[in-house]
């Protein structure tokens, strides 16, 4: 009886890939239980298997005590040394119990529990062995249909494949085969522990690694890869060996490579991105086969990026409801937004429109009286803002304004003008439309020293949008209004304002 026990405890080890003593202790937890449902007791009842003999032993453990109060777990000493000699009061002494008795229930019991304990200590297995292969890809038959979702056999257990993790473009039949990814492991389950998927992007990744040797060995590193599945992907890869084209590599003759890999994943579109460590550059990458004009950093802070495209590449750029920019925007980690060269320009005029409109009234001017407003008014002032570009100087040759007011003129305008705000509209950044056609500005006192681009474009196109190059500086608007000639003013034509000089 005993080789027969100990024999069966081996087979069911290396069956489940169980440790003995496991099913060792399941064995001795069962007798336990079937003895407390014979018994029906308070004892502290243990059990002890004996791997020589293969037989197991039952008895109550009882502590030595003076005097007894809870004769369940207690022992008197006069009574423990009839047992043994040497027991001392606190010591513990096992009572045998009688196995013989048991009968055909408490066998049942014993069964269940060992069975019980056996299984978890599978699952707990299959948890350990699988929840470090997360990421890898591993194959399956398709072994039956639980509604939407499938069940694979993958060899040690059986996994699951959701129908949020299946790709809409794949349809599978029971006993196909078919390749799949470990996106998680669940720790307690009743069922199947392991969940695979068709859709995660680590699919993709894993796919380049077996159909591509440069990316193998190391040669070539995939940096990131996102998916729509069933219809478009993006990886970007970049090369260690400067002699290595990363997109060719991934291509193959003829597209050899990257046509296995798109059988696989049944037709998806696969585009293939050269990684760059230059954020603009990766997005114009990302976003092929879009032809793109310009890249500007809207805040590098926030992760916000402007693309400016021709009008015919516009489409092409966004894609099908808006899918490759939204990829492109999700492999380079920024917020992309694709404008036409066309739609560019109408914004930066309406920029320019905008500030222009946000002049401050003569009647805000603290200290000065109507009379010398109605004197400005009739030389053509009309805001504070020509104030200051005419500068005190030119204030004072207009009739009725001595020195004394033309310098009380400029301070009240030089107070009043620190506290304007100027609003832009919502959603215009104000650093991109100070850089817009027509303003021009010293390398020193641009608002975004990231994006010379933009600032070389406005400085070739400022003199054909605004039709003149005399604009205050951080105040882009119209030309200034005519002076009339009877008022005693010049126009200046220099180019530059008292106001400005004196700043």
């Given amino acids: 009886m005993s080789n ?45 298997f004996d791997r020589e003999t293969g037989m197991v032993e ?46 055909r229930i408490a066998a049942q019991t014993a069964k269940q529990v060992i069975l019980q304990k056996v299984r978890e200590a599978e699952r707990q297995n299959i948890y350990n062995e699988y929840s470090e292969k997360i990421g890898e890809l591993v194959n399956g038959v398709i072994k039956r249909f639980e509604g939407p979702d499938m069940i694979v056999d993958i060899g040690k257990t059986e996994a699951m494949l959701p129908l949020r993790e299946q790709s809409r473009a794949e349809t599978y039949k029971q006993g196909e085969r078919v390749r799949a990814v470990i996106v998680k492991v669940l720790p307690v389950a009743k069922g199947p522990q392991v969940i695979l998927s068709r859709t995660d992007p680590e699919l993709l ?27 478009r992907a993006k990886i970007a890869v970049a090369s260690l060996d400067r002699d290595v084209d990363p997109v060719g590599a991934c291509v193959g003759m003829k597209g050899s490579r990257i046509n296995s890999i798109i059988r696989e994943l049944r037709g998806e579109k696969i585009d293939i991105v050269q990684w760059s460590d230059d954020s603009a550059q990766f997005a114009a990458n990302a976003l092929n086969p879009a032809k793109i004009s310009k890249v500007l950093i809207i805040d590098g802070v926030e992760k916000r990026m402007e693309v400016i495209v021709e009008e015919k590449q516009q489409s092409l750029a966004i894609g099908k409801k808006g899918q490759n920019v939204r990829l492109a925007s999700k492999l380079i980690g920024w917020q992309i937004d694709v404008k036409s060269e066309e739609q560019k320009k109408q914004e930066v005029l309406s920029v320019m429109e905008s500030l222009t409109s946000s002049s401050t009234s003569l ?41 004394k007011t033309a310098a009380k003129i400029m301070e009240a305008a030089r ?11 919502e959603g215009i950044d104000l650093p991109t439309a100070i850089e817009a056609p027509g303003a021009v500005q010293d390398d020193a006192k641009k608002p975004d020293a990231g994006k010379p681009a933009a600032q070389e474009e406005a400085r070739d196109a400022a003199p054909s949008e605004s039709g003149h190059q005399g604009a205050p500086q951080g105040i882009p608007g119209e030309p200034s209004p005519a002076i009339p000639e009877e008022s005693g003013l010049k126009e200046d034509t220099s180019g530059e304002s008292e106001g400005e000089k004196g700043s």
Avoid: C, H, W
């Fill in 205 to 231: 990744i894993r796919l380049f690694e077996m159909e591509i040797p440069e990316i193998y060995d190391g040669t070539i590193v995939v940096k990131n890869a996102v998916r729509e599945p069933g219809d």
């Fill in 415 to 425: 107070d009043l003008f620190e506290e304007v705000e100027i609003e832009v509209p």
């Fill in 58 to 103: 039952i008895f109550a453990v009882k502590r030595v005590v003076e005097q007894v109060e809870n004769p369940s777990l207690e022992i008197s000493l006069e009574e423990a040394k009839q047992i043994d000699e040497s027991l001392a009061v606190d010591d513990t002494v096992e009572m045998p119990k009688p196995m013989d008795v048991l009968g």
């Fill in 363 to 403: 009647g805000e001017l603290e200290g000065i009286s109507e009379r010398i407003v109605e004197r400005l008014r009739e030389a053509g002032i009309e805001n504070v803002e020509r104030i200051l570009e005419l500068g005190e100087s030119k204030l004072i040759e207009i009739p009725g304004v001595g020195e």
């Fill in 4 to 48: 027969i026990i100990t024999q069966t405890i081996e087979q069911i080890s290396k069956e489940k890939n169980i440790d003995p003593q496991v099913i060792i202790d399941a064995l001795e937890d069962a007798m336990v239980a079937a003895s407390r449902k014979y018994y029906k007791t308070n004892e502290e009842i243990n059990a002890r």
